[in-house]
């Protein structure tokens, strides 16, 4: 049969699927129509088919003549197609190098050769007008085009100019470029401000299932429409070509968060058929009961963000192949750690391909030297119990440690009660070796070190040496002074004391220009419910207006983001104690003072790399001392330690409950709420973290006194 004639008969099957009892009535255009008459000879089918379909539309139609060649990028493993209206298909050339079963097969429906049935949708807010726009409903500006290793096209819509680029990239969790990176960069081209979005609906088809269920760590199997919101989203989500999850089968994977993702604040789930826009391209209410596993389609929310004239914000999303995996019991983690990401998580699952219903599990995990649990995690976790056919999942955050190197292999085995035989998995990890070789590096202060520093366009980068950069003052002005701030020093290393024991390390990390600040207006939050917060307690900010996920452990600050500066009110020094050699930081206004605004509101972030100076130690002890003007709420690892207090806020000891003795990554996330003084409202934030680091023997040794660096 002609490649035309293959292609038009499967988009009349996929869609022509008998509606669900209860399910909302369809839109009876010539194409639902047609799909019920499958007892009409093929020919007759494709001449009605050709009659009914030329080019995409708002009533679903496929688009594109199919003689036309598409621009598209492949390597190895995967390729990526657009059609002339930007719309895109994924699947596999060679796939899983390990799996013959997977080669030349779909990701998305319509591969390879017939894009239309997903969908990308601008929303774009200007006061009390929203507008969505559908990307393939409007001719690009620029249509696609193949530039190196990817494919890009450009719309302007609404002043908005979408840039919309497609390419291989490399999968952290098989360690080969067999997913593709899915970009949008947008951009407000207008004299006025927007506030603009983005929803990417994917028509998922794996192989041959067009409904193949969704695995979602934590939860198992989805098989029905469900939406997950703000800290809900999960980290990735999988599914299999296979319906009892064969390891040879063809497995799908998306990347949310983490790797360079940015985390959606909604992830839908749902049947094609209800989702694909009549007339709606962005509004979508689930309906709990409706199944997705003959039709199914994932939708990406991120929603919108105010954008000044030249403002910009870009959105990035991962889809391709999943790693090893299927069984009745597998792991999904990354293959290999950087140095500067030495924590992962690690996601079991299991399945249920028998008869009878799995209860009572639990799964235990065991670790290899050089590998330990995160902080707060359990080595034994319980498991929802799995009807057959059903998938359960719990996941561990996992760290490894510096001195590590090799391939490390960690497993785990899952029991049920009533004497039903146990499972294992295993899995495998590369760990680089991070542990610095020949006389011992000190960390310094985070103001001199990037792996302490969060990651951002705008924060400064480089690499820790024992030169130390003086911490940044703040810029004199006739109402600003600066603050007195101490040159840094750097002690030689550790030395034998006259027992022949070494000494403790103490190292310490204080708040510094170039942490990253989310300012949020006084118009979208305020943080008291009166003006004055001596008058009522801190109000903690919801999502929106803050980024889902923003005060939580792998979320990736966007452009919206701020380097913070150090600043200083001559008030100050009138309030209490302040943290000796540590900047307090916030914003700089236009006129460079520092801002002072009522009711605003700065979200802040600081990663710290929390790393052993010297083989064989480990953290003895861990203090956050903080101060604050005004009131502040204090997240460690996403847990609440601190909350509604200003000033010398006071010290927390953070070990052993919420630093492992390894070390490791580590968030730190702060609201600072200012109230409404109508007058000028002084607002900046300090702290300084303490950490000891001893050797093995030294933890009750009172007489062992550390060596402090900065």
Request: with cysteine; charged share 15%.
């Amino acid at each position: 049969m002609p490649l035309l004639g293959m292609t038009a008969g499967r988009h009349s099957a996929k869609k022509g699927h008998r509606r669900q009892s209860g399910a909302r009535p369809q839109p009876s255009d010539g194409r639902y129509a047609l799909a019920v008459r499958v007892i009409l000879p093929t020919l007759l089918l494709l001449v009605a088919w050709a009659g009914t379909v030329d080019a995409a539309s708002p009533n679903g139609d496929a688009p594109h003549d199919q003689t036309q060649v598409l621009p598209g990028v492949s390597n190895d493993y995967v390729q990526v197609v657009a059609g002339s209206d930007g719309t895109f298909v994924i699947g596999t050339t060679g796939g899983d190098p390990t799996t013959p079963a997977d080669d030349d097969k779909q990701l998305m429906f319509g591969y390879p050769d017939v894009p239309w049935s997903s969908l990308t949708t601008l929303r774009v807010v200007t006061g009390g007008s929203v507008d969505d726009y559908a990307l393939s409903w409007n001719p690009p500006d620029e249509p696609p085009a193949v530039a190196g290793d990817r494919i890009t096209a450009t719309w302007l819509l609404g002043g908005i100019e979408v840039s919309q680029t497609l390419r291989p990239w490399r999968n952290p969790y098989t360690g080969r470029e067999d997913t593709v990176r899915i970009e949008y960069s947008l951009v407000n081209r207008d004299v006025v401000s927007h506030s603009v979005g983005l929803r990417l609906m994917l028509d998922v088809q794996v192989g041959g299932n067009d409904g193949a269920p969704y695995l979602i760590p934590e939860k198992g199997n989805v098989t029905t429409e469900t939406e997950y919101s703000g800290p809900a989203v999960p980290a990735l989500w999988q599914a299999f070509e296979s319906a009892v999850f064969e390891p040879i089968s063809l497995k799908a994977m998306g990347i949310l968060q983490g790797h360079g993702a940015t985390p959606p604040d909604r992830l839908v789930i749902a049947n094609w058929r209800y989702i694909f826009p009549k007339p709606n391209p962005w509004e979508y209410t689930v309906i709990t009961e409706l199944e997705v596993t003959y039709d199914s389609a994932t939708a990406l929310y991120w929603n919108p963000v105010a954008l000044a004239p030249g403002g910009s914000r870009t959105v990035v999303t991962y889809y391709g192949l999943a790693g090893e995996g299927g069984g009745d019991a597998w792991f999904t983690a990354p293959v290999a750690l950087t140095c500067d990401a030495l924590a992962f998580d690690a996601v079991l699952w299991v399945s249920n391909t028998g008869t009878s219903a799995f209860r009572g599990g639990q799964a235990t995990i065991s670790l290899p030297l050089g590998l330990v649990l995160g902080p707060s995690e359990a080595k034994i976790k319980p498991l929802a119990d799995v009807p057959p056919g059903d998938t359960a999942s719990t996941s561990w955050h996992l760290q490894a440690d510096q001195t590590a190197k090799g391939r490390l292999a960690y497993t785990a085995q899952i029991t049920r009660t009533g004497g039903s035989p146990a499972l294992s998995a295993e899995a495998v990890i590369d760990v680089p070796g991070c542990l610095p070789t020949g006389r011992p590096t000190l960390t310094p202060s985070p103001i001199a070190t990037a792996t302490t520093t969060p990651t951002a366009s705008a924060t400064p980068t480089g690499t820790a040496t024992a030169t130390i950069t003086p911490s940044p003052t703040a810029t004199a002005t006739p109402t600003l002074t600066p603050t007195p701030t101490a040159t840094p020093t750097l002690t030689p290393s550790p030395t034998a004391t006259a027992t022949g024991t070494p000494s403790p390390v103490e190292l310490r990390y204080c708040s510094s220009s170039g942490d990253l600040i989310r300012r949020i207006d006084a118009s979208s939050f305020s943080g008291y419910r009166t003006e004055s917060a001596s008058n009522s307690p801190l109000i903690h900010i919801t999502c929106p207006p803050a980024p889902p996920g923003w005060n939580l452990p792998g979320y990736t600050p966007d452009s919206s983001w701020q380097a913070g500066v150090q600043v200083w009110w001559d008030t100050w020094s009138l309030r209490g104690p302040l943290i000796p050699d540590c900047a307090i930081v916030g914003l700089a206004a236009q006129d460079d003072k520092p801002e002072g605004g009522d009711q605003t509101t700065h979200l802040y972030r600081r990663v710290f790399t929390l790393a052993r100076p010297q083989s064989g130690m480990q953290i003895a002890g861990a203090v956050l001392e903080m101060w604050s003007d005004n009131k502040t709420a204090w997240w460690w690892e996403g847990e609440l330690i601190a909350d509604d207090r200003e000033g010398h806020v006071g010290e927390i000891e953070l070990f052993p409950k919420h630093i492992s003795p390894w070390g490791g990554d580590y968030t730190l996330a702060i609201q600072n709420s200012n109230d409404h003084m109508h007058v000028e409202n002084p607002q900046g934030t300090a702290f300084q973290l303490r950490v000891t680091w001893v050797f093995a023997g030294q933890i009750e040794n009172p007489l062992a006194l550390p060596i402090i660096h900065k």
